[in-house]
Structures are given as structure tokens and as C-alpha cells.
């Protein structure tokens, strides 16, 4: 079957209205844009004849109520159908505690947009003639009450079952957590690993089986795309964090009969109250990234002494930022032999070893 569609991608909206910001120093977020960046992606896409909008998790910054009506009421304006999936920051709490819900009520609130089933914290829909979207839930809670990204047996039947009934379908799925590295040793690290879904390597077995090759994902706050044995995790940074991303992605084919997923990606340069975001953005991430390098460098792989870690640490001030943006290159000629190799293995660099920008512009062969 030939596919031409077109859809969009705003991932980590962190939604809060101005009296639901929390003061907060260390805050990575820069959620007082939240709202003023979404309307002006919005206002880009109406350009666009969109087929329909994906939003991978964190739509609100804490979870309230308030926030979530505010964002479904908005999303109902819509002149395309959206879906959605819930994230770590949207029902952050094992029970009801304070302003936000609690993960069962989710799809309550979001039932125009995929949630046919209330009762249940995934879906699966036909888009379009032909093409089948699978919403997944991977936002669970540990015996203690911590959140962890896990999908759980009961929705991995639900999804084995699925995807035997879509064959003849192009299949996207679309959950919180990453499925694939996008970091070098991301799910062996400590900070790397919490974006991680706990139980990757089943879901990558099971959707590897049925022949699906796209995932999107968020969580991670960077752009990037990562490819294992076949399988796409197509992750797209946070509207709240530099560099402020979108993406708008278009599937089609090509004289040859394949199927091309051609990808691009845009940001929100100003907002009202922030004309220059990137650059304040920017500033902002490098402000707050002292104790994260200190923790790189500290953890292993490389296991630093403390005083040694915190002489390197200034190089390292933009070296997030720089990963969020997308197709990095990396060498710090400075650092220790080993410390210098780990880091450029964080570029944007292929099998061959020769630069592989793909992060914010690409086309897919599928």
C-alpha cells in the first residue's frame, strides 16, 4: 500500500499555568514559556496540512488537574486529531496527594485523544487507512513508591495481541520512556538510566517480531535518533528546554516502492516574554549543570576523584545543551585519554566513524 501522510511531534510540554510554577532554583525546565511556546508551534502548523499531532508524555510541569483540563481544552481546538501518552510528570505521585491526579484518572481527561478506554492507561487506533498507532503507558511505581519506567505484562499481552491483528498495517508506537540508547551506556548509568524503559529489551524483542520499525519517544529532553537491529527510537526534546524543539515528519515513497520517513525539525526562537530564548535557554541549562558533570564524572564508567572530576567540570558546561540540540561533535583534547575517548563516543558519529547528523533532519529508508 502506498502511504503520503503528514504528522507532528511536540514531546515534554510541561504545561503550567502562571500560578502553578514552582520556585524552584535547580529547575532544569524553563516551564514560564510553556504555554506561550506551544501557541506559537501551534500557529506553525496550521500552516501545514497535518494529518495528526503526537505528544510523547510530560504535558503538564506537576501534574495538576487545572493544567491537564487546560491542555485537553486546548488540544479539542484543534483542527487535527491528537494523541497522547502520559509521562513521568503527569501523575507523579503513587496515591492522590496534593493538585495532581492520580494515573489512573489520566485517560479521563485525555479521552478524545486516543483514550477510548477509560479504564485503561493504553490504546491502540487506526490514524489513517492503513496506518495503526499503539499508545503505551510505561509509567509505573515500585514497591517503595518510586517511579520507574517499566510496561507491564498485562500490556505486553494487550500489545502481543495487537500487533498480530496488524499485518497489513504500518505500525507507530509512541510511549514516555526510551526503548533504544540515545546516550552511550544510557541504561547502565545512573542518570542516564531513569530515561530508560526498565524492560526495553523485551518490548524492542516484541516489536522487533512483528516487523515494527518506529518509535517516539520523549522523556529525555534531547534530539536524537537512535536505531537498534532495525528499530527507530525517534526522540524529540522538551518545548520547555533549550533548544525548545518540534518536529513535523512526512512518510511517502519513493520510484523504488520504499517507503521514505522524511524528518524534520524546528524551535521556538522567542517568546514574548523571552525574545532571546535560545540564548537565556542556553544560559540557563549551563547555570544548573555543574552537579550533573560532577556526577558524570564521579560515577563510573570513569569514577573521577572528586577533585579532579571538579577541575573538568567548567569544559563540560555546555555539554548537555549541545546534546539536547542534536548532532553533536564532541573532543575535549584536555582530558584524560580515556575521559576524552567517552566523550566523543556522545557525537553525532556512525558506524564508520565519520559524523552521521541525523538527529534533527533525516530521511528514513523503512
Not at 155 to 178: F, G, Y
Not at 187 to 200: F, I, K, Q, V
Not at 231 to 250: A, E, K, N
Not at 290 to 304: E, I, Y
Request: proline content about 7%.
Amino acid at each position: 500500500m502506498n502511504l503520503n501522510f503528514c504528522f507532528a511531534i511536540i514531546s515534554d510540554l510541561h504545561i503550567a499555568l502562571p500560578h502553578t510554577i514552582w520556585d524552584h532554583p535547580s529547575r532544569f525546565h524553563l516551564v514560564e514559556v510553556s504555554i506561550p511556546a506551544l501557541e506559537i508551534v501551534f500557529d506553525r502548523l496550521s500552516q501545514i496540512d497535518l494529518d495528526f499531532l503526537l505528544l510523547p508524555g510530560d504535558l503538564t510541569q506537576h501534574g495538576e488537574a487545572e493544567n491537564h483540563t487546560w491542555l485537553a481544552q486546548r488540544l479539542a481546538r484543534l483542527p487535527y486529531p491528537v494523541y497522547v501518552v502520559p509521562g513521568n510528570h503527569d501523575a507523579p505521585n503513587a496515591a492522590p496527594q496534593g493538585e495532581a491526579i492520580h494515573l489512573s484518572e489520566f485517560p479521563r481527561y485525555y479521552q478524545k485523544f486516543g483514550y477510548d478506554d477509560l479504564q485503561q492507561l493504553y490504546y491502540t487506533t487506526q490514524v489513517l487507512p492503513g496506518v495503526r498507532l499503539i499508545g503505551l503507558n510505561s509509567n509505573q511505581f515500585d514497591a517503595q513508591g518510586n517511579q520507574i519506567g517499566w510496561v507491564d505484562e498485562a500490556q505486553l499481552s494487550w500489545l502481543r495481541q495487537v500487533l498480530a491483528t496488524a499485518k497489513d498495517e504500518l505500525v507507530l508506537v509512541m510511549i514516555h520512556h526510551n526503548v533504544v540508547e540515545h546516550l552511550p551506556g544510557q541504561s547502565r548509568h545512573s542518570l542516564g538510566r531513569r530515561y530508560m524503559l526498565g524492560n526495553a529489551l523485551e518490548l524492542q524483542q516484541i516489536l522487533r517480531e512483528a516487523e515494527v520499525q518506529l518509535v517516539f519517544t520523549g522523556h529525555l529532553h534531547v534530539q536524537d535518533i537512535a536505531c537498534h537491529q532495525g528499530l527507530y527510537d525517534i526522540t524529540t526534546g522538551s518545548l520547555v528546554s533549550y533548544p525548545h524543539p518540534y518536529r513535523v515528519l512526512r512518510l511517502g515513497t519513493n520510484a523504488l516502492g520504499q517507503r521514505l520517513l522524511q524528518i524534520e525539525s524546528g524551535r521556538v526562537e522567542s517568546v514574548p516574554e523571552f525574545p532571546s530564548l535560545q540564548e537565556v535557554s542556553r544560559q540557563w541549562m549551563g547555570d544548573r549543570s555543574h552537579p550533573f558533570m560532577l556526577k558524570l564524572l564521579t560515577h563510573p564508567p570513569f569514577n573521577l576523584p572528586h577533585a579532579e572530576a571538579e577541575a573538568l567540570v567548567p569544559s563540560l558546561r555546555n555539554f548537555w545543551s549541545l546534546i539536547a540540540d542534536g548532532d553533536a561533535l564532541f573532543d575535549f583534547p584536555d582530558f584524560p585519554p580515556a575521559v576524552r575517548r567517552h566523550f566523543q563516543r556522545f557525537g553525532a558519529m556512525g558506524h564508520d566513524g565519520t559524523p552521521a547528523f541525523i538527529d534533527n533532519f533525516a530521511t528514513l529508508v523503512l
